[in-house]
Structure formats: C-alpha cells, structure tokens
C-alpha cells in the first residue's frame, strides 16, 4: 500500500531528482545534435514523417507498454495509442482517489520544456551520435515525467488529507485560484531548488573535469523553478479537480 | 576519428564507470525479486519459457537493433537473432583492426557476473515492482558491457601500437599467457579500484541517507575486480588474437 505519508513521497522525489540530474549529465556528454529532432530525417526505413528523437519514444513506449508500464500511476504516456499490456501486473494499492490516472497528464508541456532544455544543457553543434542522443533523451524525460507525476498525485491526495474541508470547498467551486494559492510554499521550493542545485555539483565533483562535460547547477535549477515545480503544481490542481469524480460510463 | 589516444579512451573508461555506479544504485531501490528470474514466471502472454528480466533484455535489443545500437563497436548484444537495422547509421571512422567487432563478445559472463551482484546490492525480499527492477537490470548491464568492451577494443589496440613487434610475436605464437602479462598493470589496476570505491561514495553523498537506499562501495570495487577488469583484459586478448585477420570468405 502507497500510503499518503509526506515523508516518503518527498523523499521519494528527491531520489527522483538525482535520477534526472543523472540523465541529464548523460545527455551532455553529446552534442546538440539538431537533425535528431528534425521531422522526416531519421533515416529510418519506413518512417517517413517523425523524428528520430519521436520514433525512438514511440517505440520505447511501445515496449513498455507491453510489459505494463503504464498501469504505474505515476508513469503517463507521452504517445497515444499504444498497445495492451501483455503482463499481469500486480501492483500495490494505492491512496489515490481518480481511478483513470491519465486525467493527470503533462507530457506535451514535459516535451516542450525539455526540447527547450536540451540547448542549455548540451554544446551547439553535431557529433552525429544521434541514436545515443535520443536514448539519452528518451530516459531523461521519462525521469522528469516521473517525477511531475509522481509529486502531482500523491502530494494532491496529501494535501487535500490534510485539509479536506477547505479543499473540497474549492474543488466543489471550481476555483482553481484558490487551489494554487493553497499549495504553494514558497519556503519549501526555495529549498528544493537549492537542494538541486548542490545535487548537481556534487554529482559532478566525482568527475574528471577536464574532460568530461558538466552541466551549469543554475541550468538545473532554473528549469525546476520554471517547469518541474509548476508543472507539479498544476498536475495537483487537476488531480485535485478530478478527486473523487467517477469515470464516464 | 575515434583515435588511439590513451587519455581520451581512459576519460571515456571513467564516465561510463560513474554510469554504471549510477545504475546500481537505481536498481538498489528495489528489492532482490527473485520471480523476476525466473524462467516461465514472467506474467507475460504467450511467453512461456523466459524469466521478466530476459524477456525485458529480449524486447530492448529488439528495438535497439532496429535503431542501429549493434553497429557501434562497443555496443555487443547479449541476444542472437536480432532484427536487422531499419536505421542508416553513419558511424565515425575508427582505428580498429578487426571487421567483426563481435569477435569480443563476452555478454555471456557479464550477465552470469551481473545476476551473481544483485543479492549483494539489493535487500532480500520482494516488494513487487519487477518491471522496474528488470528495467534497471537492463540499463546496468548494457552499461557494464558498453565498458568492458569499449577498454577491450580499444585499449586492446593501444596498447598494441605501443609495441607492434613484442605484441605481433605473442599473437603469431598464439601465446595468451604472454598477452596477459604483457596486458597487466597492476598499479594502473589499484587505481581504477581506489578511484570506483570514492566515486560510488561521492556519487551517494548527496542522497538522504535515512530513507534513499546506498550501496557498499567495497561490493562494487570487488565486482570491478573479479569480473570488470578481468573480463575486459580477455577482451583485449580476444581483439589481438583477432587482429588483422579477414573474416571469412
């Protein structure tokens, strides 16, 4: 049983950041490698209209839709469409109050962040390692996706736990306003981000640098404040929204 | 051009060691899950005979294949009878004397080693989450592999520019006793050791140690003892047996 304790949610995401910070130390050590993203250049036969960085999602997804991926609640697909697990999955119970999982779903602004991450965290131009680039990428929004699930759903029913009657009044009113203005703690992102940004230069200390590509902590940082903490935000305000409510029939 | 150059190749040795420590302490999160292993108990439709975790490296080559991962030397798949490449993979020149690069192939112990190292990273017990486990189970011994192999390859022909004449006599003799002495640095040895021990405590420093899950850094410099160095030192003896010879017709 998942149960709503704060303390293992946040350290479950702190392990989740070091899992990101990771991947993106990885996908820095290539280039920027702009064909990767260029619809219709994969040169993959076959394949005449994706990216190779799309293809290589989609199929990666496809693949961890067989083995029942998805049925994690914290791991949202980034395509649609995807075959039926093959695999019996049993997984632990849960507190979580939404039975379809999925109307918590941020990958198309995870997406869009990250394509605009990759410039700031990896050198300009082309080493022509696009298969790893892509592996690399693929992992690393996975981890990020992860992460803004993960704290959007457990930390939603958290939250609404700890006051269900002022939170059931502005889920019942529909004001989103209000939702946000309660979960925010300035005080809590500050040291979050601050957390990330020692992370990262510690996770790089270990590294030969004179050689090995590190990335900027401020980068790091910078795209938590502007994505991974909002976009967690907004993932618990629609959580918050669909609590409770029974799927269409 | 990827050249013979001793320090480039060694810096390279050393980044794909911190990801294979990364991985590690990935897959520690989760316990040993011993159903995961075992054959005939994936769960998975119309699969009868393969454990979760061959099934999982099955369906990963797979589509690693189609992408290409098999052209680049280092990258030795642990599975036979893979697809083709659907991919036109442009790979940079490099100095390597054989064209087989499968010659070295030594994924059959790095997986025996890699199954040997799971009880002593992660706790015993089950707590149900195969899927993940096999999944990092995969990414850590691709690591390893990528590592054994890429020193195996090019170290193996380093070291032979380094004394074409001492290592041509050993090979036309087929004297593999003389290889291996010619191979072993045993300082050089000590160091890579003493350098994985601090980096698995470094690369953990910055983990909340109460809750996040470590791992031993003694387990992980005897593992790169008994199997990471040797393994790779059979490797370069496999490329220098192999060296200059045409495949056959």
């Known amino acids: 049983m998942i149960t709503p304790d704060l303390d293992k949610i946040a350290t479950d995401l702190e392990g989740l950041e070091e899992t990101i910070i990771a991947r993106l130390i990885d ?15 994969s040169g993959f036969m076959g394949e ?4 190779l960085f799309a293809l290589r999602l989609k199929f990666q997804e496809e693949m961890d839709a067989c083995f029942g991926r ?4 914290e791991e949202r697909p980034f395509n649609a469409n ?46 022509a390692q696009y298969g790893s680039s892509v592996e690399h990428d693929v992992y690393t929004i996975q981890s990020i996706s992860r992460r803004i699930h993960y704290g959007a759903l457990y930390v939603g029913e958290i939250k609404y736990l700890s006051d269900p009657e002022t939170y059931g009044n502005a889920i019942d009113a529909g004001d989103v306003d209000t ?31 004179d050689t090995r590509i590190t990335i900027d902590p401020e980068v790091v940082r910078a795209y938590y404040a502007a994505y991974i903490i909002p976009l967690t935000k907004e993932g618990e305000i629609l959580y918050l929204i669909n609590r409770g409510k029974l799927p269409d029939p």
């Open 27 to 41: 996908r820095a050590q290539f280039r920027r490698n702009p064909p990767a993203y260029r619809p219709g250049e």
């Open 48 to 51: 005449k209209d994706l990216s």
């Open 70 to 73: 998805f049925a994690v609640p």
């Open 82 to 127: 995807l075959p039926d697990t093959r695999r019996m999955v049993r997984l632990p119970d849960n507190c979580l109050q939404v039975t379809d999982y999925n109307v918590v779903n941020l990958t198309g602004k995870i997406l869009d962040s990250y394509l605009d991450l990759v410039p700031r965290i990896c050198a300009a131009g082309d080493d």
């Open 179 to 209: 939702l946000e203005a309660l979960l925010t703690r300035p005080s809590v992102e500050q040291r979050i981000l601050k957390r990330v940004e020692e992370k990262v230069a510690v996770l790089q200390s270990a590294a030969k640098i």
